[in-house]
């Protein structure tokens, strides 16, 4: 797999999306979860706005001296017996963690889910040299069985229900049990355990990595990065360049915003920061270890407007509130980043060409924005892309012109910027009609012939929350 | 180790910002706030206790609390209560400070107990993986999140907190600080005076869980299944 995961058309894949009822539902149930977690936690710290911007300071601060703190990671992975390799692309990245399975001739690698290890194609790239790839992470290991995609970057098979995973460990399993969560969680504990204690190499992504010494920290709740970083006498960790913090004090800050964003927890389960190999006396941990930054396509986003977009910590929030995720699902993207961070993101690395509809697939109500917990201006970005695309591509028709001159005055401004949550929505008003949109403008078209497509609500989320602070019902 | 491509890499990182490679003298900004300071900032050590205590019912942990006298009592009751024939420990200092090789070594007889032994190699993980209880100290215990903080070495292997089906962390009074925030700020002066980190150091949240079929939390995945908090009034 790589960045793209499908070769559909746009309009199909959304059509798919929204007919797939099931995934529908989990979809709008899961949103529903996850945001009334983050909100909760949000509200029990009380001044969730100094955490976010503290977040985004912290950030910005890293992006722009990123070229000094990856040296200084390196050196210090370096010093603690690790190797080190800087990857400009993702075949630079695979080819050389295919040297090293081919050295160690590793029949077996067990992996603990990351999304940068999806962007890269690493599963393929490890079976093109005769590896053996198990994903040990829950939901991955039910995709993989079943050779599916990854719809969410939190809950991987959040599409699935759990009839469909009975009935998949029992076809590739042998499973003979229930489809009740915790008998096929029990059975899943028990086949991983053996393929744990196979393993010959663990390979890990990395949430973030401790700058001044070098510490690689992986936020889990089920306990499978800590397998992976035990048991395998060879260990690599992937991880996309922009994920690092200077100093362990800026991890704490990381580390709160992203379990409270992603899953509404005071901390995950278990955060675990591994420096370099095991030390000498120690059982447990990798003798031989690796650590693979890789740039694929980052780099050309520095020094740009979308910079920003870097500052990214993959909490998933965003995701959670967006009511055309809602509608069509993570498949319907047709990149493994899905919903208002995938649709900014996605062109980015992997180019316009592709991609084009994703800055589309946003109703512009700012709620991405409003929860972002580093603060990007996610809408504000994809304003920025329509613009892009219709000046590039000058394929956009009169109106859509007209529109993007009028999008161009709100992100020029910081002020303007703020309205513009609100503008959007006269924007849509032509098309809507007693609150649902029935047909839409190009790409919006495909998720309008079948349902009826919610159109942005009348207070943006900011106001909405003001006026939930004040106790009014809304 | 070998650093690979790192000049390259670094030098079109620089270039893209639009400014020469940073190689030395950034220093972190004063941020404009600290609300991580905040939290649980006036609390006593009993309050953060009770803090701890109440977190405990979220992260579906067991809670106790006992002194030096009765620790090896409750920790009995524990290990029976969770059917454990199978014990691993670490091999810490304080276990001769709270009484527990006195229990390990007179326990033996109703228990099958392995202490981590840095001669014993790899038959160390063997026997935490078929372990039904694994105990270690807490080193920082963060009131705010219920979590224990593990500093992994030759005597407190990883696989202690980890393998076995349960796991009891005991938890001395004065090892209660407010939230990560303390933890990584000891973490951060350790390094700055030159002490080297832990090649590990583990975070642990009650036990291991997984929201991933849908989305009904299930408890207990790849790590335990159960796990009881100790704290021991100093
Ligand atoms: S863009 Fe912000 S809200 Fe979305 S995943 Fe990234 S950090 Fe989370």
């Given amino acids: 797999m790589s960045i793209k995961i499908s070769n559909a058309p746009y309009n199909e894949r959304v059509q798919e999306g929204v007919k797939n009822d099931f995934m529908r539902k989990a979809v709008a149930s899961a949103q529903g979860r996850f945001r009334s977690g983050r909100q909760k936690q949000a509200d029990e710290l009380g001044n969730w706005e100094d955490w976010r911007t503290l977040g985004e300071e912290i950030r910005t601060h890293t992006l722009r001296n990123i070229d000094y703190y990856l040296e200084i990671l390196s050196e210090n992975v370096s010093k603690r017996g690790g190797n080190v390799f800087f990857a400009k692309t993702a075949e630079e990245a695979n080819e050389y963690i295919q040297h090293i399975i081919k050295k160690k001739n590793a029949k077996k690698v067990v992996k603990s889910k990351s999304m940068v290890t999806e962007e890269i194609g690493l599963n393929d790239a490890l079976a093109e040299v005769g590896a053996e790839v198990v994903e040990s992470d829950l939901g991955e290991w039910i995709l993989q069985l079943d050779e599916d995609l990854p719809s969410h970057i939190v809950t991987p098979a959040l599409h699935k229900n759990k009839e469909q995973v009975r009935e998949t460990f029992a076809v590739k399993k042998g499973y003979e049990q229930s489809d009740k969560p915790e008998e096929l969680a029990s059975f899943a504990r028990q086949q991983l355990r053996q393929e744990f204690l196979a393993a010959d190499v663990g390979i890990t992504g990395c949430n973030f990595a401790v700058a001044e010494s070098g510490a690689v920290t992986f936020v889990t709740n089920e306990g499978n990065a800590r397998m992976v970083t035990t048991i395998p006498d060879t260990q690599i960790s992937v991880m996309g360049m922009e994920r690092i913090v200077p100093t362990w004090e800026e991890l704490d800050i990381l580390v709160s915003l992203l379990t409270r964003a992603a899953v509404g927890q005071k901390l995950t389960s278990y955060i675990t920061s591994i420096t370099g190999t095991r030390l000498e006396g120690e059982s447990d941990g990798p003798e031989e270890y690796h650590l693979v930054i890789v740039d694929n396509g980052r780099s050309k986003i520095l020094g740009t407007e979308f910079q920003s977009a870097l500052h990214c910590i993959r909490c998933a929030a965003c995701i959670n509130v967006c009511p055309v995720y809602r509608h069509v699902g993570g498949h319907a993207y047709g990149s493994i980043y899905p919903g208002p961070i995938g649709a900014v993101i996605t062109p980015l690395l992997d180019g316009y060409e592709d991609h084009k509809e994703l800055p589309y697939a946003s109703s512009l109500c700012g709620a991405c924005t409003e929860v972002c917990p580093v603060k990007i201006p996610l809408h504000e970005q994809l304003i920025r892309h329509r613009q892009i695309i219709v000046e590039r591509e000058n394929k956009g028709n009169k109106m859509e012109k007209l529109a993007m001159k009028g999008f161009a005055k709100w992100a020029s401004s910081p002020a303007a910027y703020k309205l513009s949550a609100a503008a959007a929505r006269p924007a849509l008003q032509p098309w809507s009609k007693n609150e649902m949109i029935k047909s839409g403008p190009g790409p919006l078209k495909g998720w309008t012939i079948n349902r009826d497509f919610p159109a942005p609500a009348k207070q943006t989320f900011r106001s909405w929350y003001k006026n939930r602070q004040k106790g009014r019902e809304v | ?234």
């Avoid at chain 2, 696989?159 to 005991?170: D, E, G, N, Q």
Wanted: aromatic letters at 8%; hydrophobic letters at 35%; charged letters at 25%.
């Fill in chain 2, 1 to 234: 180790m070998a650093i690979q491509n790192r000049d390259s890499f670094l030098d079109s990182l620089a270039a893209n910002l639009g400014r020469p490679r940073r190689t030395q003298g950034i220093e972190r900004p004063k941020w404009s706030v600290s609300p991580q300071f905040e939290v649980l900032n006036q609390a006593s050590k009993d309050e953060l206790i009770d803090v701890l205590k109440k977190q405990c019912e979220v992260i579906h942990t067991d809670f106790k609390r006992t002194d030096r006298t009765d620790l090896v009592k409750v920790l009995r009751e524990t290990i029976e209560g969770y059917n454990g024939k199978v014990i691993v420990a670490s091999s810490d200092s304080r276990n001769e400070e709270y009484g527990l090789d006195n229990f390990y070594k007179s326990a033996a007889e109703d228990f099958d107990v392995h202490l981590w032994d840095e001669t014993m190699w790899k038959e160390n993980q063997v026997f935490a993986e078929r372990a039904d209880v694994g105990i270690t100290f807490s080193d920082i215990t963060l009131a705010e999140s219920g979590t224990v903080t593990l500093f992994n070495n030759k005597y407190n292997g990883r696989s202690i907190s980890l393998m076995p089906r349960t796991y009891i962390a005991i938890i001395p009074k004065h090892t209660i600080v407010p939230r990560m925030t303390q933890a990584t700020r000891q973490l951060h002066e350790a390094h700055i005076s030159g002490n080297a980190v832990s090649s590990c150091v583990s975070f642990v949240t009650g036990p291991s869980n997984s929201a991933d079929i849908e989305m009904n939390l299930i408890v207990g995945v790849h790590g335990p299944v159960e796990v009881t908090y100790i704290v021991v009034d100093d």
